[in-house]
């Protein structure tokens, strides 16, 4: 959970309906000032889901040292930005928030804290593995920009075939047609129906064994939704879960609440979702997005904000993008921080409704 946020917004965002939806996740906070923050108002937070950063130039401070301990002992756990030495054990701080980009911290100053720890910017799977190594158990940062799997690896008819789907998809097409690409294509048709016959949406009926009976219970809306998003859980059956899925998902599920916080119409809120779900489809297919958009035929709106993060809905994607946006980048899209907040935990929502269900 990047960027900072005073006690009171942070409270009011803790405790919305939103926020208990994401059952057992982990917030991370950055407290850029620890004093700021009294140990009595952190009553009735869910602390057990909440990590705070504190920035490690500060502990060297007898007064920053103390309050943090009083914070620790009251159940708020912490982690040092930057690395730390044997002030950060003394400050009841846990563990290290580093950016691994470039160094690591020293062995020793791994060692002196229990952890986790975690690593942000190990953006290949070299650096990541280095981290481990280190003693990383948590990552955050930017997917490395790699094949995921072979999508786009020398098999033409198979991207030809998801390339009309998507298509297909953009135009509204029949639904017909959709079901005649889905039987050429057994993994995406297998992730379907597993979809549609999971608890979340047919708890109490009779298995579902074809389209027409999933896109009876889905509706066309949703189907549509779940099939562009399904596009990124092309895989093996028992092979590892796309990470692109939930992050897709995530950017999807939050264009859409963007654009409704801003009186987007339905129509516009689909076109946002959209934007969302193939704004990684670069990444998804290993080819550049401008081969990918001009193989499809869609609105030059989404074609813009797609390839030059241009128009209303380039600037809400390059919001969603944004790990820590800045006030002036809100301010581009109209709304305010806290608004932002619950649009982001609304998407999370979203995304591990996907990730459980896909």
């Avoid at 390339?163 to 639904?175: K, N, V």
């Avoid at 889905?182 to 064994?209: E, G, R, T």
């Avoid at 600037?315 to 820590?324: D, G, P």
Wanted: aromatic content about 4%.
């Amino acid at each position: 959970m990047p960027g900072a946020a005073s006690l009171p917004a942070l409270q009011a965002l803790l405790r919305c309906p939103e926020s208990d939806e994401l059952g057992s996740l982990e917030y991370f906070i950055p407290l850029a000032d620890p004093l700021a923050v009294d140990a009595a108002q952190l009553e009735g937070l869910p602390l057990e889901r909440m990590v705070c950063t504190v920035p490690a130039a500060l502990l060297s401070d007898d007064a920053v040292q103390k309050h943090c301990k009083r914070l620790a002992d009251r159940g708020l756990r912490l982690l040092a930005d930057g690395e730390a030495g044997i002030t950060a054990a003394q400050a009841g701080i846990r563990g290290l928030d580093v950016d691994c980009a470039e160094t690591l911290p020293t062995a020793l100053a791994m060692l002196t804290l229990p952890g986790p720890h975690l690593a942000r910017n190990a953006t290949d799977e070299v650096r990541a593995g280095e981290c481990r190594k280190a003693g990383f158990t948590l990552f955050r940062g930017e997917l490395p920009r790699v094949k995921e799997h072979d999508a786009g690896q020398g098999d033409g008819t198979s991207r030809k075939r998801l390339l009309a789907l998507l298509g297909l998809l953009a135009q509204d097409a029949d639904s017909r047609e959709l079901e005649t690409l889905l039987k050429q294509d057994p993994a995406l048709s297998f992730q379907l129906l597993k979809l549609v016959n999971s608890a979340a949406f047919a708890p109490n009926s009779k298995p579902i064994h074809n389209f027409g009976q999933a896109i009876n219970l889905l509706g066309r809306r949703q189907l549509q939704r779940w099939l562009q998003l399904l596009l990124y859980a092309r895989q093996q059956t028992d092979g590892p879960a796309n990470p692109l899925l939930p992050l897709a998902a995530l950017r999807a599920a939050q264009m859409e609440s963007l654009c409704k916080l801003r009186d987007g119409d339905r129509d516009e809120q689909d076109q946002a979702f959209l934007v969302g779900v193939f704004s990684l489809l670069d990444v998804l297919l290993a080819m550049p997005m401008a081969e990918i958009v001009s193989a499809l035929n869609l609105d030059l709106d989404v074609v813009a904000a797609l390839l030059d993060r241009s128009g209303e809905l380039g600037e809400m994607l390059a919001l969603a993008e944004m790990h820590e946006p800045q006030a002036s980048a809100l301010r581009d899209v109209g709304i305010d921080n806290e608004t932002y907040w619950r649009s982001l935990l609304q998407a999370y929502q979203w995304a591990l409704q996907v990730s459980r269900n896909v």
